[in-house]
């Protein structure tokens, strides 16, 4: 079946622009997760939704960060004035709900560029 | 969070056994320990998790030590496609995924 799929695969935009990064979850999985990853480390938890709503938003940088889930299933990651420590890949996951048990299953991710 | 330690890099000879360590040593009780592992440019992916037991799938075996404190993932034969950095994960219930720098395995033809 299909996985979890992200648009675009790459992104590059100069400093200062706005970004929206998307993100497709497996049909049906009710948990969604986005996690940046800058060169050489572990992808980084930035916010958690269930549902519509963000259930842990503790990972977001700073408040040029923002996501939203409206319907429960397509999210947007949205980074205002960005910056070129942005630069980072996008990493989205989703899980059939949120608990210890359950494996996340990532999408191929987001390369975003900020020059 | 309990904080994990991994060796930075592994190398494995093609076909061969291959074992991956993890230190937790601050586990707390609830924790699953989960493993994902990363291929070159793809997303994380699912391995492995257990609590206690040792536990085995078609990916991989965990074999976990009596006192929770490591863990060991191991891949019976190693292939080129199994060449990845390997993620070992404390996990309970309402916290997301904390990635630390992972094992880097390689895997030699």
């Known amino acids: 079946g299909a996985g979890v799929s992200q648009t675009p695969s790459n992104k590059v935009t100069e400093k200062g622009k706005y970004v929206e990064l998307r993100c497709d979850p497996i049909s049906g999985h009710t948990a969604l997760y986005w996690y940046r990853q800058s060169l050489g480390q572990g992808p980084e938890f930035l916010i958690y939704?269930?549902?519509?709503?963000?259930?842990?938003d503790s990972g977001l940088p700073n408040d040029r960060f923002f996501a939203v889930r409206p319907e429960g299933s397509v999210s947007t990651l949205k980074i205002q004035r960005t910056e070129r420590g942005d630069s980072a890949v996008y990493l989205c996951?989703?899980?059939?709900?949120?608990?210890?048990?359950?494996?996340?299953?990532f999408g191929p991710g987001t390369r975003l560029t900020v020059l | 969070d309990a904080k994990t330690t991994q060796p930075n890099s592994m190398e494995s000879n093609e076909e061969e056994p291959v074992h991956l360590p993890c230190n937790h040593s601050t586990i707390s009780g609830t924790d699953y320990i989960h493993w994902y592992r990363q291929l070159p440019s793809q997303g994380p992916e699912y391995v492995i998790h257990?609590?206690?037991s040792n536990v085995n799938n078609r990916m991989a075996s965990l074999a976990i030590a009596e006192d929770r404190k490591s863990s060991t993932l191991i891949l019976h034969r190693a292939t080129l496609r199994d060449a990845a950095v390997y993620y070992c994960i404390p996990l309970s219930g309402n916290t997301p995924l904390v990635f630390g720098k992972g094992t880097r395995l390689s895997v030699i033809a």
């Open positions: 939704f269930q549902g519509t709503g963000a259930a842990d």
């Open positions: 257990g609590l206690t």
């Open positions: 996951a989703s899980s059939p709900k949120r608990s210890s048990y359950n494996e996340q299953f």
